[in-house]
């Protein structure tokens, strides 16, 4: 969630899903502005687990369209959405009963160029 927010993905939410699902323990979601922005929010988070914990994901899915990208790490699997896809496909209803995972992220804007 921290990699994708450093690269600027917005609504970002981790859902706590071990108790109802056996494959993951937790579902990370996040959207992208655009296909291109996917691709990076993907790239930074591979490139980044891979440089400091040696981890590499057991499946990529959806990346040459970057529409819907999955990551997955396993016990995590982060999903990186274009806003259009996100709202089809509505992960956050279909496991609304899994707890949401508190991520301590800075929600506050960026500030302008110029400021701070």
Same mark, same amino acid.
């Given at each position: ?5 450093? /690269? ?13 699902? +056996? ?15 996917? /691709? ?9 687990? /891979?440089?400091?914990? +040696?981890? @590499?994901?057991?499946?990529?899915? +959806? ?24 709202? @089809? ?11 949401? @995972? ?15």
């Amino acid at each position: 969630a921290q990699l994708a927010d450093s /690269k600027l993905a917005a609504d970002i939410v981790a859902l706590e899903v071990g108790g109802i699902v +056996g494959y993951t323990d937790v579902l990370v979601i996040c959207t992208a502005r655009n296909e291109r922005q996917a /691709k990076a929010i993907c790239d930074e988070v591979q490139l980044s687990l /891979k440089r400091e914990d +040696g981890l @590499l994901p057991s499946r990529v899915e +959806g990346l040459p369209e970057a529409r819907w990208v999955l990551l997955d790490y396993l016990d995590c699997i982060l999903h990186v959405f274009v806003a259009e896809t996100r709202e @089809l496909y509505r992960l956050e209803q279909l496991w609304g009963e899994a707890p949401r @995972l508190e991520l301590g992220l800075d929600d506050a804007p960026a500030p302008a160029v110029g400021e701070g």
